[in-house]
């Protein structure tokens, strides 16, 4: 897999079987996001175990896992990342990897696949250009609220 998309930011190639995996994490993550009041959230799978962040505060496993919604994305969000991750070349894949989601869309970032890395968040802010979505952000979601807050007004106020 290379940092390359298709025009529209899409992965470039078709899977089914991940459409229905992105659908199934974002559904999950937006009963989440209902229930915790977060925007996005960021989820990893990396050597060191650590696994989740949100933008405004870090996440520790003790603070989620009692919930539901939350063990649900976990479970979906390690299965994502696993079919993410086998679209590298053969070993050229990341040690750690992660995504990102606002529950409408999801997202990788092949140039800095590690979300716990400090900054990284406003990386992607800075440049969202440089996330791979694997299922389409509204463009009135959070992340476009975060990222291009303008846009996302002006889209809101469309709808």
């Not at 899409?10 to 977060?38: K, N």
């Given at each position: 897999?290379?940092?390359?998309?298709?025009?529209?930011g899409l992965m470039p190639f078709i899977d089914?079987?991940?459409?229905?995996?992105?659908?199934?994490?974002?559904?999950?993550?937006?009963?989440?996001?209902?229930?915790?009041?977060?925007?996005?959230?960021?989820?990893?799978?990396?050597?060191?175990?650590?696994?989740?962040?949100?933008?405004?505060?870090?996440?520790?496993?003790?603070?989620?896992?009692?919930?539901?919604?939350?063990?649900?994305?976990?479970?979906?969000?390690?299965?994502?990342?696993?079919?993410?991750?086998?679209?590298?070349?053969?070993?050229?894949?990341?040690?750690?990897?992660?995504?990102?989601?606002?529950?409408?869309g999801v997202a990788v970032a092949p140039e800095?696949?590690?979300?716990?890395?400090?900054?990284?968040?406003?990386?992607?802010?800075?440049?969202?250009?440089?996330?791979?979505?694997?299922?389409?952000?509204?463009?009135?979601?959070?992340?476009?609220?975060?990222?291009?807050?303008?846009?996302?007004?002006?889209?809101?106020?469309?709808?």
């Amino acid at each position: 897999m290379t940092a390359q998309s298709s025009a529209d930011g899409l992965m470039p190639f078709i899977d089914p079987g991940l459409d229905d995996l992105t659908r199934e994490f974002c559904h999950a993550a937006r009963y989440w996001f209902d229930q915790s009041g977060h925007l996005v959230a960021v989820w990893g799978v990396g050597t060191n175990g650590h696994f989740g962040i949100s933008w405004d505060r870090w996440l520790k496993r003790q603070d989620i896992a009692p919930l539901r919604a939350a063990r649900s994305c976990e479970r979906l969000a390690g299965q994502l990342l696993e079919r993410v991750r086998q679209r590298w070349p053969l070993g050229m894949a990341p040690h750690s990897i992660g995504l990102i989601t606002d529950g409408s869309g999801v997202a990788v970032a092949p140039e800095d696949p590690w979300p716990l890395a400090p900054g990284w968040l406003d990386r992607r802010i800075a440049r969202p250009g440089s996330l791979v979505a694997l299922r389409r952000f509204d463009p009135a979601g959070n992340w476009a609220l975060i990222s291009q807050p303008s846009r996302s007004v002006a889209a809101r106020r469309a709808s």
